[in-house]
């Protein structure tokens, strides 16, 4: 099957090669790995999101979350800090507004239909970039198994924040590598074998390749900002406009009129691929 694959796209190199770069670039790579990335979310029936801090799935993919889980997929988030820095408050302590967080990552969670909500539980500000911390999320990939992972774009230019450089980049490794099981190899002897999850959607990404109508959630991805009040109270009418400003300008370009846009690749081209920013 893959030889036959194979000869058919040497036999149609020569017009590959005449298509525009982005066209020739997905149409050889999703016709020799087998996948169609339009259809990537709606062939998927588990979706776990990754966050920098609780908050971050709801900004970066609330509306495409509430849109999976109204379809019938099981939807799961891993929240990496405990967002307790998120203050301009001096009186207000770091661990106090951490459990104030925690609550409020459940309430918009619920509104979404998470299933359920996970924590690695490292300080705001501090997330670090190692090897402890890709095996924490290695371990939660093959717990969950999920076909889809959301995370931010750690590639992102000009993002200046850790958390969400360090976070997009473990959950890239982590997603690269849970299907070997000499990674972890105390998973094993747990009884959680290796899982391959076949895609990994970045939000926050200025090369998106993929937009999600969310035009019938919006209003859902709103009301879970909502549920953050320690951030969002307070100005709110900014964040109300940049939202919905994001998402029309994202809905013009598949002609609906909200969309969220994702960077989203087939796992094998994490790894030396360097036509995956064209794909």
């Known amino acids: 099957m893959v030889m ?8 149609a190199l020569e017009e590959l090669l005449k298509l525009p770069l982005e066209d020739s670039v997905r149409l050889a790579v999703e016709k020799l790995l087998g996948v169609n990335i339009a259809r990537a979310f709606e062939e998927s029936n588990r979706v776990l999101c990754v966050a920098p801090h609780p908050d971050d799935c709801e900004l970066g993919a609330g509306g495409t979350i509430a849109s999976l889980s109204r379809s019938g997929k099981e939807v799961f988030i891993v929240v990496a800090t405990d967002g307790g820095l998120g203050t301009d408050d001096p009186e207000m302590h770091p661990s106090q507004l951490a459990e104030i967080r925690r ?20 300080r705001d500000g501090f997330m670090p970039y190692d090897a402890e911390a890709r095996s924490r999320l290695i371990t939660l990939i093959r717990l969950l198994k999920p076909d889809v992972v959301l995370t931010p774009d750690p590639w992102l230019p000009y993002e200046a924040h850790p958390d969400h450089r360090n976070t997009g980049l473990l959950a890239a490794e ?17 009884g959680l074998k290796p899982w391959s999850t076949r895609f990994i959607a970045f939000y926050y990404t200025h090369r998106p390749n993929y937009y999600h109508d969310i035009t019938e959630t919006i209003e859902v991805k709103l009301e879970a900002l909502k549920a953050h009040k320690s951030q969002f109270t307070s100005n709110w009418s900014y964040w109300e406009f940049y939202v919905k400003f994001t998402a029309a300008l994202n809905g013009r370009v598949i002609n609906t009129e909200y969309a969220e846009a994702f960077k989203l690749l087939p796992t094998l081209l994490l790894h ?3 036509f995956a920013e064209v794909f």
Do not use: C, I
């Open 103 to 122: 609550k409020e990552q459940l309430e918009a969670a619920s509104l979404m239909g998470v299933k359920q909500v996970y924590w690695l539980g490292y």
């Open 4 to 11: 036959d694959t194979l000869n058919e796209l040497f036999g």
């Open 272 to 274: 030396v691929a360097p």
């Open 174 to 190: 982590a997603v690269l590598v849970s299907g070997l099981p000499h990674f972890n190899e105390e998973d094993l002897r747990a």
